[in-house]
């Protein structure tokens, strides 16, 4: 079975444009996260979502960040007014069950550069 | 105090040796532990996941765990340069809905 898939794997935008970022998680997965991955960094947790409800956004930086996960399956973390310091990439992860207690499954992330 | 601290490296070992990672943590709650391998430029896969206090064993790797003493530890065995990478620690604390990674161990396995 397909993994998880991000979309696009690199998007270059200029300061202040908006982007949106893709996944689409690994079927019948509950649970999904968005993670923030600077360069020598590890992932840093910025949203959670159990199916359609967004249970934990306590990780993202600023209001400028907005993810969704209408039907509880892909996902899209939006990021406006985009600043350099956005640059980063950027991972999905899924997993079977509820909450974070469970092995996840990530995507090839999202490579985001802000000119 | 970071919640999850590791030693950044990078870690030396010449092949064939047992590797040695280490992870400690400071939500005395924390319930579940993992070990994650990071290739340059590639997302993490997990390696290991451990739950309880003690060993757990799968092939040439060994995860470690001591609640008492806050910490987690990931042994290879006859490590071969496929096996460097970068090891991220990742703790399920009190947050029921999020992992904490490190900052990962980078280690590099000499032919």
């Known amino acids: 079975g397909a993994g998880v898939s991000q979309s696009p794997r690199y998007k270059v935008a200029k300061r202040g444009q908006d982007v949106a970022l893709r996944c689409d998680p690994i079927s019948g997965h509950v649970s999904l996260f968005w993670y923030q991955q600077a360069l020598g960094q590890g992932p840093e947790f910025l949203t959670y979502?159990?199916?359609?409800?967004?249970?934990?956004k306590s990780g993202l930086p600023s209001d400028r960040f907005f993810a969704e996960r209408p039907e509880g399956s892909v996902s899209t973390l939006k990021i406006q007014r985009t600043q350099q310091e956005d640059s980063a990439v950027y991972l999905c992860a899924s997993s079977l069950g509820q909450g974070a207690g469970q092995p996840q499954h990530f995507g090839d992330g999202t490579r985001l550069s802000i000119l | 105090q970071k919640e999850v601290e590791q030693n950044s490296g990078p870690l030396s070992v010449p092949e064939g040796a047992i590797a040695s990672l280490n992870c400690t943590y400071s939500d005395r709650g924390s319930q579940s532990f993992f070990w994650y391998r990071q290739y340059s430029g590639k997302s993490p896969e997990l390696i290991m996941s451990?739950?309880?206090?003690g060993d757990k064993e799968d092939g040439r790797f060994t995860a470690q765990l001591n609640k008492a003493s806050q910490y987690v530890s990931l042994l290879i065995r006859d490590s071969q340069p496929s096996d460097s990478a970068t090891y991220l620690c990742a703790v399920n604390g009190l947050s029921y809905q999020k992992v904490t990674f490190g900052t990962g161990t980078k280690l590099q396995v000499i032919p």
């Open positions: 979502f159990q199916n359609e409800a967004q249970l934990d």
């Open positions: 451990i739950y309880s206090n």
